[in-house]
């Protein structure tokens, strides 16, 4: 017996299909040990709200050689497994969402699996491992960023530094940081990105990626560049101008475009791909259908041959019995009128008795019959009827002992 086999049980009381419900859930649990059961409360789009079995957890992912644990909840509906269960990336305090086409902004899931969901075809496991495949070519969480300030530049005492020792752009890196669509700086290396990262670069629009390492450049509501200085030999200095080094090359600008360029063709390429995989999908559906209507026809064609066949055999054999029976009325119109008693001929003394006392059986049965008639309607008396019932009672009595002894000795069964 499982680990949650009585708490499943309890949890699944209210169920439509508990021993189907059942089995699925637990066999859950018998292959994925990080996952277990709660109950807990679904509220649904028409304001209702039900206490549903949660499968709350972790599902093991492979990602770009790495293994992750993702954590989500499977809301099992209570019609379960004629309806699809409800999933959802549960993110923890350090994790954040990242949408996608399989995993919007609140963390539900939609899959063509559960789309497609169809009791016999489709249970807990085959979706568990449909999940953990596609989390596996995109994650849907991502680690939340750390809050962090960019340090304050610090310069000496005595005013403005010299030009060839100071430059108001980072250096390390050899790149400038770009402004984004909002006109604030991009994130650099030092900031973690605020949101999941995507692929919405746009080359025509901004031809420079951010740097990957270095500082940002400092806005001027937070932090001053240069420090105030009232020595009035240094009042009209101004900051050197932006080096040559900072700016990109021409190898710089083709790689950062071939790298969008080459991001948004992986991107439309992994779309057409999983369009043409849905479409196989059907098309191999619709030709399985196909099959078996195929396979169907030609087995009802096969029983109507057969058919057709024994309806022709019978109808042949029909036609020569009839012609036959013509014959034989043919022969019989021009002869006399056969005796009853002489027209069926036994084929054996013992047969012939037999058949001679079923006929007296049946003459007995007949004659009392039409004495008890004469009795009712008062043609006879009562004395007279009770006189002729004894005796043919004893003799109705003696031809059935002689059938039974005659179809002993004929090998026939007992009457």
């Known amino acids: 017996m499982g680990q949650y086999d009585a708490q499943v049980r309890q949890q699944l009381s209210k169920y439509k299909h508990k021993d189907l419900a059942q089995r699925d859930i637990l066999n859950v649990f018998a292959s994925f040990s990080d996952l277990k059961p709660k109950i807990d409360k679904y509220a649904f789009s028409d304001g209702s709200v039900k206490d549903l079995l949660c499968i709350d957890g972790t599902i093991p992912v492979h990602y770009k050689g790495a293994k992750y644990n993702i954590p989500v909840c499977i809301y099992v509906m209570d019609t379960h497994p004629y309806n699809p269960p409800m999933c959802f990336v549960r993110p923890t305090k350090d994790m954040l969402i990242k949408p996608s086409k399989n995993v919007d902004a609140n963390g539900r899931i939609y899959l063509p699996y559960l789309h497609e969901w169809k009791f016999s075809n489709s249970?807990?496991?085959g979706l568990i491992q449909v999940m953990s495949v596609v989390f596996g070519e995109a994650s849907p969480v991502y680690a939340k960023p750390q809050k962090a300030s960019p340090p304050r530049p610090t310069y000496p005492p005595w005013g403005y530094p010299h030009?060839?020792?100071?430059?108001?752009?980072?250096?390390?890196?050899?790149?400038?940081?770009?402004?984004?669509?909002?006109?604030?700086?991009?994130?650099?290396?030092?900031?973690?990105?605020?949101?999941?990262?995507?692929?919405?670069?746009?080359?025509?629009?901004?031809?420079?990626p951010a740097p990957a390492?270095?500082?940002?450049?400092?806005?001027?509501?937070?932090?001053?560049?240069?420090?105030?200085?009232?020595?009035?030999?240094?009042?009209?200095?101004?900051?050197?101008?932006?080096?040559?080094?900072?700016?990109?090359?021409?190898?710089?600008?083709?790689?950062?475009?071939?790298?969008?360029?080459e991001d948004k063709l992986k991107r439309r390429s992994k779309e057409v791909l999983q369009q043409m995989k849905s479409e196989i999908a059907v098309l191999t559906e619709t030709q399985n259908k196909l099959k078996q209507g195929q396979e169907t026809l030609e087995r009802i064609t096969n029983e109507l041959e057969q058919q057709h066949a024994e309806v022709e055999k019978n109808t042949a054999l029909l036609m020569r019995k009839d012609e036959e029976i013509k014959q034989v009325l043919n022969k019989m119109e021009g002869q006399q009128e056969i005796d009853i008693d002489e027209a069926?001929?036994?084929?054996?003394?013992?047969?012939?008795?037999?058949?001679?006392?079923f006929a007296e059986e049946n003459a007995i049965e007949d004659t009392m019959y039409y004495l008890s008639e004469a009795?009712?309607?008062?043609?006879?008396?009562?004395?007279?009827?009770?006189?002729?019932?004894?005796?043919?009672?004893?003799?109705?009595?003696?031809?059935?002992a002689l059938m039974q002894k005659a179809r002993i000795k004929a090998g026939l069964t007992l009457l």
């Not at 290396?189 to 670069?201: C, D, F, R, V």
């Not at 069926?344 to 006392?357: D, E, R, S």
């Not at 009712?376 to 004894?390: A, D, G, Q, S, Y």
């Open 123 to 125: 249970d807990l496991i």
């Open 344 to 357: 069926v001929v036994a084929t054996a003394p013992l047969y012939k008795q037999l058949l001679n006392l």
């Open 375 to 400: 009795l009712r309607k008062n043609v006879i008396e009562t004395e007279v009827f009770l006189k002729h019932v004894r005796e043919l009672s004893r003799r109705q009595y003696v031809v059935k």
């Open 213 to 261: 390492t270095g500082y940002p450049y400092p806005q001027s509501s937070s932090i001053t560049p240069y420090p105030t200085n009232t020595q009035p030999q240094m009042t009209t200095a101004k900051p050197p101008p932006v080096k040559s080094q900072n700016s990109l090359s021409d190898d710089q600008v083709r790689a950062s475009i071939q790298s969008a360029v």
């Open 163 to 208: 030009p060839q020792q100071f430059n108001p752009y980072p250096t390390n890196s050899g790149f400038m940081p770009m402004p984004n669509a909002s006109g604030q700086p991009q994130n650099s290396g030092y900031y973690p990105p605020q949101n999941p990262p995507t692929s919405s670069y746009q080359p025509s629009s901004y031809p420079y």
